[in-house]
Structures are given as C-alpha cells and as structure tokens.
C-alpha cells in the first residue's frame, strides 16, 4: 500500500476510535499531574487562598471521592453512547455507527471523564505519604487541579446530555451525512461546468487483455493510482479497473484488466501485483474516503428504514428525500465521468470507472421509489426532488434521466396507491415538472388515472 494511502487510512481509522482520544487525555492529564506536584505555593504567595487549604489525609479523601465519582460517571457516559449507537443502527442505519463512533463531542467528554479518574486516582500514589523523617507530602496547586477537574466534570455532564440528545435527532443525522457527502464531492469532482459531453470514458477492451485477479476479499476503500501509472508506462500497458470505490470484490476474482497497447504483445504479470496492492486499497467496510455513493446510501436507508412496518414512519422518509435533493442538485452542476490518467506523454495508462448521473439518480430515488410509492407525501417529494434536479442541470441527457424517473414514479403510484385523488394530485405534480422540462408526458401517463379509475 502507497504511503498517502496508508496515510489516509489510517488518519480515517484513527477519527472513528474511540479509545483515541481518552488515551491520549490519559497521558496529558499525568504529566499535568505530575508537573503541578512539583509547584510549591508559599504562604506569602496571592494564590495561598485560591489552592486547597485541608490536611494531607483530608485531601486524599477527596482523591478518593473524586476518582469514585468519575470513573461511574464514565461508566454512564459510556452506557449512554452504547444506546445511542443501538437506536441509531435499529431506527435508522447500521451504517450510522461510523458517525456515532467519530464524534467529537462524545470523544471530547470521554476524555475529561478518563482524565480526571486518571489524575486524581495517580495523585493517591503522592499525596499525604509521610517518611519517618519528613512532613507529609501535600501539593496544594495539583489536589486543586483534581477539585477543579471535578466542578468541570459537572459542567461537561450537562454538555453531554444535551448533546447526545441533539445528535440523535433525525435532522441533526441526516443534516452531518449531506455535509459529509457534499465534501467528498468537492474533492472527486471539482468541475463544475456540469457538462456530460465533455465527460471521460474508460477506454474499451481489446479482445486480447488478461485479467489481474484480487489478492484480498473486501470493500475498495480508496484508489491512488501513482504506481499504476508509473509500472503501466514502464512497459507500456493500459490497466482499467473492473470497480470503481465502494464495490465489493472478491479474492481471485478480477479486480482490473491489463492490455498492451499492440495486439502483438502480451502483458506482462510481474510488478504488476504488486502495484494494484499500493494503489487500491480494500478494506472490510465501507468509507467515506472517496464514496460518494456510501453518502446517499445511508440517506436511502433512512427512507427505507422509514417506510418499513415495523416503523411507519413516512415523514421521516420525506425528510431524507430533501436531504437527498441536496446531494443530487450538486452532482447535477459537476462534471462527472470516468477517471483517466495519463503519462507525460498524455498516453491514456489507467481508466478507473465512476458512477455516472444516471446511477447516481437510480441509487437517490430506486428503492424509496418502490418502497413508498403507495404514500402519496413520498411519492411528490421524489416529484419534487426530481423537479429540483431538472432546474439544477441544462445537460440534455440528465433532464431525460430525470424524465424518466418521473415516469417511474407514476407507475408505482398507479400500482400501490388505492385513493384515486392521491394518483391525480400526484399527476398534477408530475405535470409540472414534466412542463418544466419541456418534455411532454406521454400517453400512457395521460390516462394513468382513468385507467386506476376503470
């Protein structure tokens, strides 16, 4: 695996650890600690009467109070992030626990709750210890700092509370993976002119490439392909990837196809597997590292968790298709297409497929599609996303993709809604947005609803 690779992958582990963190807050409190015993605070000194003014016995008591009072708070926080994990995975998606585990806040309270056990627990090893031949050691500023630890505790308690109870809130959710999705699409597609023409392709094979099989089963995490480029220019060879991030492979399948450029040559196999290991990194889960489809899929499975039975809950699913607008408005004004690199020479070496717009809105609108088209507030939403869509894009081939999925959503609703006005006022829906496209509904759509009525 490449260094930025590696790199990357590891900076992503590290943010959705939540030992990270605490670990670290560990360490810094006992150096604090151990810094703070060695300040001696006079009786002449201004701060005599802001440090702690007890006994040595009184002041390990304390440390004992505080180290006790902390360590089951903790055990609180942590059973409180554990059901907060657990509602997000079973109403919403399991999908969801990256984001639980990544956060922030929680790792920040983790922390100061760690910590201060860690500080005033180490302070009883010190504090009021008395040789046979000295006074007993008593460092006023640090059984300060284990007191001040503990009044901010309180406050950090409180601040836990109302975040935990903010950040499991649907629109808080929904609202963090749209911001997440929107900067990985920032970072793969830049341009902006949002024109399919100008849009690369992969390169189509020759009857004589070979495939290069996977040596891991696993998710493609990420693709940096420096390496390829360089061993492909080395001997003169075009490698394209079978998948593109976020898909699924198996080891021994064939994860891309090598082909010389002359039919007169065959390619090759040394170096090269080594170089897919450095370029394609595969893990056993899914990330937000490069995958925009990762992003609109947990924001699908909200929508379906929704509409599912044992929820029933189909304002949530509407809420998730606004969401989802959001995300495909943007796609809609980017450039999309394949990804090609080049030698210095300007030699097509490695093609690398990506989702196209038409995946994209099959990914957004599929299955939310199917699973709420019998509610009518679901069904106009996606009319409405679409409609967003459509005023989002002047490419003519994404505005009959939009067509299209306006279309499908007609004959869902015409199967599994049962009220006759829920269909028509869904056809008026359609009607303007279909008007806005500039695309005339067809027959078949005309007499969708005489045809339900009969």
Same mark, same amino acid.
């Not at 590292?289 to 609109?296: A, E, N, R």
């Given at each position: 695996?490449?260094?930025?690779?590696?790199?990357?992958?590891?900076?992503?582990?590290?943010?959705?650890?939540?030992?990270?963190?605490?670990?670290?807050?560990?360490?810094?409190?006992?150096?604090?600690?151990?810094?703070?015993? =060695?300040?001696?605070?006079?009786?002449?000194?201004? $701060?005599?009467?802001?440090? /702690?003014?007890?006994?040595?016995?009184?002041?390990?008591?304390?440390?004992?109070?505080?180290?006790?009072?902390?360590?089951?708070?903790?055990?609180?926080?942590?059973?409180?992030?554990?059901?907060?994990?657990?509602?997000?995975?079973?109403?919403?998606?399991?999908?969801?626990?990256?984001?639980? !585990?990544?956060?922030?806040?929680?790792?920040?309270?983790?922390?100061? /709750?760690?910590?201060? /056990?860690?500080?005033?627990?180490?302070? $009883?090893?010190?504090?009021?210890?008395?040789?046979?031949?000295?006074?007993?050691?008593?460092?006023?500023?640090?059984?300060?700092?284990?007191?001040?630890?503990?009044? *901010?505790?309180?406050?950090?308690?409180?601040?836990?509370?109302?975040?935990?109870?903010?950040?499991?809130?649907?629109?808080?959710?929904?609202?963090?993976?749209?911001?997440?999705?929107?900067?990985?699409?920032?970072?793969?597609?830049?341009?902006?002119?949002?024109?399919?023409?100008?849009?690369?392709?992969?390169?189509?094979?020759?009857?004589?490439?070979?495939? !290069?099989?996977?040596?891991?089963?696993?998710?493609?995490?990420?693709?940096?392909?420096?390496?390829?480029? =360089?061993?492909?220019?080395?001997?003169?060879?075009?490698?394209?990837?079978?998948?593109?991030?976020? =898909?699924?492979?198996?080891?021994?399948?064939?994860?891309?196809?090598?082909?010389?450029?002359? *039919?007169?040559?065959?390619?090759?196999?040394?170096?090269?597997?080594?170089?897919?290991?450095?370029?394609? =990194?595969?893990?056993?889960?899914?990330? !937000?590292?490069?995958?925009?489809?990762?992003?609109?899929?947990?924001?699908?499975?909200?929508?379906?968790?929704?509409?599912?039975?044992?929820?029933?809950?189909?304002?949530?699913?509407?809420?998730?298709?606004?969401?989802?607008?959001?995300?495909?408005?943007?796609?809609?004004?980017?450039?999309?297409?394949?990804?090609?690199?080049?030698?210095?020479?300007?030699?097509?070496?490695?093609?690398?497929?990506?989702?196209?717009?038409?995946?994209?809105?099959?990914?957004?609108?599929?299955?939310?599609?199917?699973?709420?088209?019998?509610?009518?507030?679901?069904?106009?939403?996606?009319?409405?996303?679409?409609?967003?869509?459509?005023?989002?894009?002047?490419?003519?081939?994404?505005?009959?993709?939009?067509?299209?999925?306006?279309?499908?959503?007609?004959?869902?609703?015409?199967?599994?809604?049962?009220?006759?006005?829920?269909?028509?006022?869904?056809?008026?829906?359609?009607?303007?947005?279909?008007?806005?496209?500039?695309?005339?509904?067809?027959?078949? *759509?005309?007499?969708?609803?005489?045809?339900?009525?009969?």
């Amino acid at each position: 695996m490449s260094v930025l690779i590696r790199r990357r992958v590891l900076w992503d582990h590290l943010r959705s650890a939540l030992w990270v963190m605490p670990t670290l807050s560990v360490v810094f409190f006992l150096v604090a600690g151990m810094v703070l015993s =060695h300040v001696s605070i006079g009786d002449d000194s201004p $701060l005599r009467w802001l440090v /702690f003014q007890g006994t040595p016995e009184e002041a390990r008591q304390m440390l004992i109070v505080v180290s006790s009072t902390m360590i089951t708070v903790t055990g609180l926080v942590f059973a409180l992030t554990i059901i907060a994990l657990q509602i997000a995975s079973g109403q919403y998606s399991p999908r969801l626990l990256r984001n639980f !585990m990544r956060d922030r806040g929680t790792q920040f309270v983790l922390s100061v /709750f760690v910590g201060a /056990f860690a500080y005033s627990t180490a302070g $009883l090893h010190t504090v009021g210890i008395q040789n046979p031949d000295e006074a007993a050691f008593m460092p006023r500023l640090a059984v300060s700092g284990s007191l001040g630890l503990a009044l *901010a505790s309180l406050g950090v308690l409180i601040y836990f509370i109302h975040h935990l109870s903010s950040s499991i809130q649907i629109d808080t959710i929904m609202s963090m993976i749209v911001h997440e999705t929107l900067e990985v699409i920032d970072d793969l597609y830049p341009d902006q002119t949002g024109s399919p023409e100008s849009e690369e392709h992969c390169p189509d094979l020759p009857a004589w490439a070979i495939t !290069m099989p996977s040596d891991r089963s696993g998710y493609i995490q990420e693709i940096a392909p420096d390496a390829l480029v =360089h061993v492909a220019a080395q001997k003169d060879l075009v490698i394209r990837l079978v998948k593109s991030v976020g =898909h699924h492979v198996v080891a021994g399948t064939p994860i891309a196809w090598v082909w010389h450029r002359s *039919a007169d040559h065959l390619p090759s196999e040394l170096g090269l597997e080594e170089a897919i290991r450095d370029s394609v =990194h595969v893990g056993f889960e899914r990330t !937000m590292l490069q995958d925009v489809p990762f992003g609109i899929r947990r924001l699908v499975d909200i929508g379906n968790r929704a509409l599912s039975s044992a929820i029933n809950d189909p304002y949530t699913a509407t809420q998730a298709v606004h969401h989802l607008s959001e995300v495909l408005c943007v796609l809609a004004r980017r450039r999309l297409g394949d990804r090609l690199y080049r030698d210095e020479h300007g030699t097509v070496r490695v093609a690398i497929p990506f989702p196209d717009f038409a995946d994209y809105l099959q990914l957004s609108t599929g299955q939310i599609c199917r699973f709420g088209a019998k509610e009518p507030a679901v069904a106009r939403s996606l009319i409405q996303l679409l409609r967003n869509v459509c005023s989002s894009t002047a490419s003519e081939d994404r505005r009959m993709a939009v067509a299209r999925h306006i279309r499908l959503v007609l004959e869902e609703a015409k199967r599994e809604m049962t009220q006759p006005a829920d269909v028509e006022s869904l056809l008026a829906d359609a009607d303007d947005a279909l008007g806005a496209l500039e695309v005339g509904r067809p027959q078949t *759509a005309r007499s969708s609803i005489h045809d339900f009525i009969l």
